[in-house]
């Protein structure tokens, strides 16, 4: 009798606890998408235009933005352009980039890198906008 009681509540107690992960989180309130892709509830006010770059992102931040290369720069500095502005972009040379073309519709996932004089976002990987 007592091996069913143990064997019993062994059940119950297995069920409690594979219920308690499975509930969604409450009262956090998450969006969402490439930019909130880390636990609920944080604020996420990264920039999501080039005028908001240019405003208000700090040194180091990473950000996505939909925009086009417009305008190559020299090595592997180019112009990035979206609805509010342009930017410079640096593509790493040692990547291949060979699958997005100038005025294509992109998204760049990358870091600003803001000194004294200048801002300009290292981007580390794009895709074609959908």
Do not use: C
């Not at 956090?28 to 636990?39: E, H, K, R, S």
């Not at 925009?67 to 972009?89: A, K, S």
């Not at 790493?92 to 600003?112: C, N, P, Y």
């Amino acid at each position: 009798m007592r091996k069913l009681t143990a064997l019993v509540s062994a059940a119950a107690l297995a069920l409690v606890g594979t219920t308690a992960f499975a509930a969604p989180a409450s009262g956090f309130g998450g969006n969402g998408g490439y930019t909130t892709q880390g636990p609920s509830g944080f604020a996420n006010n990264a920039p999501q235009t080039v005028q908001q770059v240019l405003d208000n992102a700090y040194d180091d931040q990473r950000v996505a933005l939909t925009g086009r290369l417009t305008n190559f720069l020299g090595h592997d500095r180019y112009e990035f352009t979206d609805n509010t502005g342009r930017i410079e972009v640096e593509l790493d040379d040692d990547r291949d980039w060979s699958f997005i073309s100038k005025d294509q519709l992109i998204t760049i996932f990358g870091e600003v890198d803001r000194d004294f004089y200048s801002i300009k976002i290292d981007v580390k990987d794009a895709r074609p906008a959908q």
